[in-house]
């Protein structure tokens, strides 16, 4: 069975290094692509006013 | 909420089963006062601590010197201040935007709890107990004390959650669900230690491992207490004190993913340029740099939030507070990645730059938010109006004046402390050879220092007054906060609400909107994205031989060297001294010997310290070359009065280290938890560990007779403590042997 730290030495430090960035950069590119545009507006509208509709003075 | 087309239909349902709920705001009372309370005495150990390196005499050994003073103003401020500001912030916010009340026993288990976990820092502290971990200081009794203190406010918090009358998560709850999360997993995996004793135990890891866990930890420290809660604080107190939605909550969105993703990784910032592999350190680098990014889309969304209400600014001291706080997360998350960057980082390391850069931060950002937010609370919570908004708005001035005076005078420190390290004449020798040059330069900045310091500490005095005089005009019984609410999402079906998320699915409803409906789903995302960042950077640097080359001349300390070791613990030396050469031409020349430049740090050099104690601040010189430097006598008289040897120097004296015994039978023990650790100890040592102790320290006291030192010093602690000192270094003095990673 192989060992967790051969595993890991697969890939050298670089590689998990670019491999952070290019997670990165889809996590920022699907949160872009959801929220980006104009089409959530009304939602965004709705969810901005929460805590002025909470019931508090 | 849902989409309008489902409204009528929702609406129709509350009406016919509308509740009342009461809010707990007892709780809410009780920890602003405490953030109050500690807040005052955290600021003014500040102060004293800031006095000290003014004028050392203000040290009064063994309990109050800076070494042991210096953690406990910085538990203080973060986790009594910040912590019960964080508490009070997420008790008030939380009960409304969740139209749930907490349990009441668990929340007061989490406070009375948190409140003796300050109290056992704030004693535990100046009586030497400490793991020398930079904000993890707290010996194990007590970690395991705040594990089950925290646990309990998760408990409470998600049972808020779960029990709640609103659908949607408001972004300020996320930033509440990512820090509650992320603190745990930092506090247990930074504070896996072996006890040796009640108040005594060693890191499970060693040198570069250790450094980089404990900046791991740091880091995020920084990240999840001091920022996740307080911007969760700014999306909802800015908002209702503006009377005014945040200006975009898509860019809230983005705000928080952007910054849960990013921060984890940027600790290794704190470590440019030591025996941490650069990969690692560059990684940090890159990622902190990215951090700048979002960091100023919340700002921005926060300053853009009073747009059309800044008429407003110049008479509210809440939005004042406000406003100023913002801007000094703007500043302050410009200078991180500044510092960051590494040419700009090997000026300011080690330097008061960082203080300067940690107080904009705190003082500015973390107090201003916590000051806007306690105003804004007062006359809510206590019913009744501020006593007076000329005092509010004359401690904003006061403690803005405070705050830049402060940091102005800690960067001109910093900067000039830096450059006199570096200086070469034009022969090509340093400019100032001798260290304490570089320190009583620094004296009148310290004292504007603490002039500045003083003014914030006043401006917070004058807000207790403010308060203390609303308070006693507080009703005889407090109304009880009382809404109108929908059902209970739970006890209004799991299956209306597994109806309401599938006409959201049909309707193609954004996937965000339903993960909002879906806490538990949504934690277990924030979860995996701290712990995936986390493992990318951890894993690597702990199963990747060759991150760490053995040096076969580094041996493990001896017996007494590891009770010397323990005595630099106790008393916080790693507060002001780094034991760390960083590969630079001016400080290979200067911890040099005999006109031989000094070798710089390797990783291999650290591998038996448990924990490891690189430092982050040189008030004093580096040790990390001090073996062989000096003479028995040369470090006993400097222990014992350090101006004797160093005119001008700020280290406090440490006269009970020539009069306290050493007590022999904790050695044995501590040995052999070294073991238990892997520290390759032989029998003899493992066997006999109190004799080697007491015969290395009988050689040493003769030696320091020989020097013409005083006699009877072979049983004090002030042998150890040089058997110690003398060691440092010593083993890469010897021929160095790199081999493969093992």
């Given at each position: 069975m192989i060992r967790l730290s051969e595993l890991v030495s697969a890939f050298t430090p670089t590689e998990y290094a670019e491999l952070a960035l290019i997670l990165f950069v889809a996590v920022f590119a699907a949160v872009m692509f959801r929220h980006g545009g104009k089409r959530r507006a009304a939602e965004h509208e709705l969810c901005a006013r929460l805590p002025l509709d909470d019931g508090d003075q | 909420m849902s989409e309008p087309t489902h409204a009528t239909t929702n609406e129709t349902t509350k009406e016919t089963t509308k509740e009342t709920i009461k809010y707990d705001d007892v709780i809410v009372r009780r920890f602003l006062a405490a953030t109050l309370f500690w807040g005052a005495v955290g600021m003014l150990v500040g102060l004293w601590i800031a006095l000290q390196l003014a004028t050392p005499r203000l040290n009064f050994a063994p309990y109050f010197t800076f070494g042991r003073l210096r953690p406990l103003h910085t538990n203080a401020v973060i986790f009594a201040f910040a912590g019960n500001a964080i508490f009070a912030a997420v008790y008030y916010s939380s009960q409304r935007l969740l139209k749930a009340r907490p349990l009441a026993m668990l929340s007061k288990i989490h406070f009375w709890g948190w409140q003796a976990i300050i109290t056992a820092a704030a004693i535990t502290l100046p009586l030497g107990f400490t793991q020398a971990k930079e904000y993890a200081e707290l010996e194990w009794?007590?970690?395991?004390?705040?594990?089950?203190?925290?646990?309990?406010?998760?408990?409470?918090?998600?049972?808020?959650?779960?029990?709640?009358?609103?659908?949607h998560l408001y972004v300020a709850l996320w930033f509440y669900i990512a820090s509650i999360i992320t603190v745990a997993i930092l506090h247990i995996f930074n504070n896996l230690v072996i006890p040796a004793g009640l108040f005594k135990s060693y890191s499970i890891y060693a040198g570069v491992q250790d450094a980089l866990m404990q900046w791991w930890y740091g880091h995020n420290a920084v990240a999840f207490i001091l920022t996740t809660p307080f911007l969760g604080l700014m999306y909802y107190f800015l908002p209702k004190a503006a009377e005014r939605p945040i200006f975009s909550y898509r860019l809230s969105i983005l705000h928080f993913w952007s910054l849960v993703f990013i921060y984890i990784w940027a600790g290794?910032?704190?470590?440019h340029y030591t025996a941490l592999p650069q990969w690692a350190s560059t990684l940090g680098m890159v990622f902190s740099v990215m951090l700048w990014m979002p960091s100023w889309g919340g700002m921005i969304n926060g300053l853009l939030t009073l747009r059309g209400a800044w008429n407003r600014v110049a008479e509210d001291p809440v939005l004042k507070f406000f406003v100023v706080g913002i801007t000094f997360y703007g500043m302050a998350t410009f200078e991180g990645p500044l510092l960051s960057v590494k040419s700009v980082n090997a000026l300011s390391h080690y330097t008061d730059w960082n203080i300067a850069h940690v107080h904009g931060g705190t003082l500015g950002w973390v107090g201003f938010m916590v000051f806007g937010m306690t105003y804004w609370l007062v006359p809510r919570l206590y019913q009744t109006k501020l006593y007076s908004k000329k005092l509010a708005t004359l401690h904003f001035w006061t403690a803005t004046v405070g705050i830049v005076i402060y940091v102005v005078a800690m960067w001109a420190a910093g900067i000039t402390q830096g450059l006199m390290w570096r200086a070469f004449d034009d022969v090509g020798r340093l400019q100032y050879p001798d260290f304490l040059e570089t320190v009583t330069r620094l004296v009148p900045m310290y004292w504007l220092r603490a002039f500045g310091g003083a003014l914030y500490i006043t401006g917070l005095g004058i807000g207790i007054y403010n308060i203390i005089r609303t308070w006693q005009t507080r009703p005889a019984v407090y109304a009880e906060p009382e809404v109108s609410v929908p059902p209970m999402i739970r006890a209004a079906k799991v299956a209306e609400h597994q109806r309401v998320l599938e006409r959201a699915a049909e309707a193609k409803i954004h996937w965000h909107r339903r993960w909002e409906g879906m806490p538990a789903?949504?934690?277990?995302?924030?979860t995996v994205a701290v712990v995936v960042a986390s493992l990318f950077e951890i894993l690597p640097a702990f199963l990747i031989g060759t991150n760490v080359p053995t040096i076969k001349s580094v041996k493990p300390y001896t017996p007494l060297e590891l009770y010397g070791r323990d005595i630099y613990i106790r008393e916080g030396c790693y507060n002001c001294h780094s034991q760390m050469l960083r590969p630079f031409i001016d400080e290979t020349v200067r911890y040099g010997m005999n006109g031989q430049p000094a070798e710089y740090s390797k990783p291999g050099e650290f591998v038996y310290d448990h924990p490891f104690q690189w430092g982050s601040k040189r008030t004093g010189p580096d040790l990390a070359r001090e073996?062989?430097?000096?003479?028995?006598?040369w470090l006993l008289r400097h222990f014992n009065d350090p101006r004797s040897t160093s005119p001008g120097s700020v280290m406090p004296s440490y006269p009970h280290l020539l009069t306290d015994s050493i007590p022999w039978d904790v050695i044995p023990t501590r040995v052999h938890v070294m073991h238990m650790l892997g520290v390759p100890y032989d029998a003899t040592a493992l066997d006999h560990a109190d004799s080697l102790a007491h015969d290395q320290a009988g050689t040493l006291a003769a030696k320091l007779e020989t020097e013409g030192g005083p006699t009877g010093m072979g049983d004090k602690d002030v042998i150890a403590l040089i058997a110690y000192m003398q060691r440092l270094g010593h083993d890469i003095q010897l021929s160095m042997h790199v081999g493969g990673g093992s």
């Open positions: - | 009794p007590i970690d395991l004390a705040i594990l089950v203190v925290w646990v309990t406010f998760a408990v409470n918090f998600f049972a808020m959650v779960r029990n709640r009358r609103e659908k290794p910032h704190h470590l789903l949504f934690t277990v995302l924030v073996g062989g430097r000096r003479d028995e006598l």
